[in-house]
Structure formats: C-alpha cells, structure tokens
C-alpha cells in the first residue's frame, strides 16, 4: 500500500506564499506522475498540477500559470507545490495525487490511483 501526506497547509493573506509538501511511502513505489487537485466547499474537486515523475515534464491550470510551480525530488519520494501570489479564490482543501502507471490524460482524477487526506489552505482577502 502506498501512503501519501500531505503538509504545508495554513492560513495566509492574499499575495502571500505557501509551499506544500507530500512524501510518498509504503511499498516500492515507482511513480509515473504526481499531482495536486483542490475542493473548495460547494465547489467540485479540480486539477491544479501535475508532473511526470522520469522527465519532469509539468502541465497547470490556467488560473495558477505564473503563481504556482510544481516540483519533486525523486531521491525523497517527495513532491512540492510553491504558492505564490495566493488569492482567496484559492482556498481550498489540496489533495496529492500519485499513479504508478502511465496514463494518458492526467489532468483528471481517475488516472491517479493514490490520494493523499488533503491539506487545507485558507487565503483571506
């Protein structure tokens, strides 16, 4: 089983800064691609970030291009996501997402087999 956590999460003001993190452990794990997806209340779940694991290659949402950047360091089993210029359309609970197989379209959620609990992140106005 793999386990995914999530950290980083946290109250900010608009125009601040915060870097997520997500350690990937469990059994031997070989990653195709990590990413970050976001809930806000009333609202439905949505692709922030993603990247593949061997070449780097990186893929955003057009509301975050510019402000987010996704990273990952395959010696920790460790992805990032630095935020920032955040804004309270932000705020949301920010899953990491993990699949060990390649997939073709990873901005949707059904390519990532693993889930971390999420981390909330609060930006106010």
């Known amino acids: 089983q793999v386990q995914l956590v999530e950290s980083g999460g946290g109250l900010v003001q608009a125009g601040g800064s915060l870097r997520l993190s997500c350690a990937a452990s469990?059994?031997?794990?070989?990653?195709?691609?990590m990413g970050w997806f976001r809930q806000a209340p009333g609202k439905e779940r949505e692709f922030v970030a993603t990247?593949?694991?061997?070449?780097?290659?990186?893929t955003y949402t057009d509301s975050v291009k510019g402000r987010f950047t996704i990273s990952r360091d395959n010696a920790k089993n460790t992805l990032y996501l630095q935020m920032n210029n955040l804004k309270p359309d932000d705020t949301a609970v920010y899953y990491c997402?993990?699949?060990?197989?390649?997939?073709?379209?990873?901005?949707?959620?059904?390519?990532?087999?693993?889930w971390g609990q999420g981390t909330q992140v609060t930006v106010s106005s």
């Open positions: 990247i593949t694991w061997r070449t780097g290659r990186t």
């Open positions: 997402v993990a699949s060990g197989t390649w997939k073709t379209d990873w901005l949707t959620g059904r390519s990532y087999e693993y």
């Open positions: 469990g059994r031997t794990f070989s990653s195709a691609a």
